[in-house]
């Protein structure tokens, strides 16, 4: 990504910052997203066999978020 402009690299870092602390799952913390609580565990095997999962894009499809869809 090549960025011309002080506004539009505000915008990617504010973009980044709220992807790195709602959205990323981190390693540390049994890979949770560090602003939100744990989710529950699935642990029915129909429920695991068929798991719908939704993926968003921001910046442009630099950073990807995947989560299970409701």
Known sequence: MLILKQRYLLHALREFETF?????????????????????????????????????QRLGGTLNACEHAA
């Not at 959205?23 to 719908?52: F, M, V, Y």
């Open 20 to 56: 790195y602390n709602q959205h990323r799952p981190h390693q540390g913390i049994a890979s949770a997203r560090p602003l939100t609580p744990l989710p529950p565990p699935i642990t029915e095997p129909d429920k695991i066999a068929h798991l719908n999962v939704r993926r968003t």
